[in-house]
């Protein structure tokens, strides 16, 4: 999904990256074009400097992609998940960080909770990044708990982990 939403912007490596901060940080298009995040409105002259490129390449991607209608569906119902990660350190919260060896195999997540599960500890919230948006997809744990170091090397040892961190 992510290859073909990208080719359709493919002689314009600035509006791909519009397009790519927009599905990073889940900002959704509007009828009018204007970029938001649920009903506020972020300033395109915000995105472009976040960026690094014009006001009017902004301008330009919105109106690509109101005018095509599979692009259209997508960036109009697309929405952010709030995420502890950045608060887990104020919180007082592990971040688990798990990189899978191929992220299109079956039961990584099941695999992980699974076996945090079993070890009795509770999970505060999991965000699976999809392969399609992503070129290394990655999953994040949030738990309350410190992780004993057997339930690291019990995790580490799955036979889709290809790395994990802790944080």
């Not at 109009?76 to 688990?96: G, K």
Request: aromatic share 4%; proline share 5%; glycine share 6%.
């Amino acid at each position: 999904m992510f290859d073909e939403i990208m080719e359709k912007f493919e002689g314009s490596p600035s509006q791909q990256a519009v397009i790519r901060l927009l599905l990073e940080r889940g900002f959704s298009v509007n009828d009018d074009g204007r970029v938001v995040s649920g009903g506020i409105e972020i300033p395109n002259t915000g995105i472009a400097r976040e960026i690094g490129v014009d006001r009017r390449v902004v301008d330009s991607t919105t109106d690509v992609i109101l005018e095509d209608q599979e692009l259209r569906r997508i960036f109009q119902n697309i929405s952010q998940v709030p995420s502890l990660m950045d608060l887990a350190p104020v919180l007082d919260l592990t971040v688990l960080t798990v990189t899978p060896n191929d992220a299109d195999q079956k039961g990584i997540v099941a695999g992980v909770t699974g076996t945090l599960a079993a070890n009795d500890i509770s999970i505060r919230q999991t965000i699976s990044e999809d392969p399609e948006f992503t070129n290394e997809p990655q999953l994040y744990l949030i738990t309350d708990q410190d992780l004993p170091g057997e339930v690291i090397t019990e995790i580490r040892n799955l036979e889709f982990v290809r790395k994990i961190e802790l944080q």
